[in-house]
Nanobody, 126 residues
Framework: QVQLVQTGGGLVQAGGSLRLSCAAS????????MAWFRQAPGNDREFVTG????????AYTNSVKGRFTISRDSGKNTVYLQMSNLKPEDTAVYYC???????????????????WGQGTQVTVSS
């Protein structure tokens, strides 16, 4: 079992920055690919970014490329989402997620993720 506890988020003006953290406890964190999803009001939850277990590969949805950065610190069992140049359309509840290794893994598909954080609100004002 893995528990994911998120911190960070809040209210920021457009153009500002925020960092989200997701601390994992339980089984070996380093073996999981980690991702961030978000859900805006009235929308489905969507994939934002992901990082492989070793940290060697990352993936980003097009709308956040060049503005968001995912990273992980295996020593702290934590994955981070650094968000810069935030836009009002980034407003959403953000969730971290963990995926154990599995065949056919595809970043954006929620069914591949085994554990989820509790979610944290990010609000970007214009």
């Amino acid at each position: 079992q893995v528990q994911l506890v998120q911190t960070g988020g809040g209210l920021v003006q457009a153009g500002g920055s925020l960092r989200l953290s997701c601390a994992a406890s339980g089984r070996t964190f380093s073996s999981y690919s980690m991702a961030w999803f978000r859900q805006a009001p009235g929308n489905d939850r969507e994939f934002v970014t992901g990082i492989t277990s070793g940290g060697g590969t990352t993936a980003y949805t097009n709308s956040v490329k060049g503005r968001f950065t995912i990273s992980r610190d295996s020593g702290k069992n934590t994955v981070y989402l650094q968000m810069s140049n935030l836009k009002p359309e980034d407003t959403a509840v953000y969730y971290c997620a963990a995926s154990a290794p599995k065949s056919g893994f595809t970043w954006p598909l929620e069914r591949y993720y085994d554990y989820w954080g509790q979610g944290t609100q990010v609000t970007v004002s214009s």
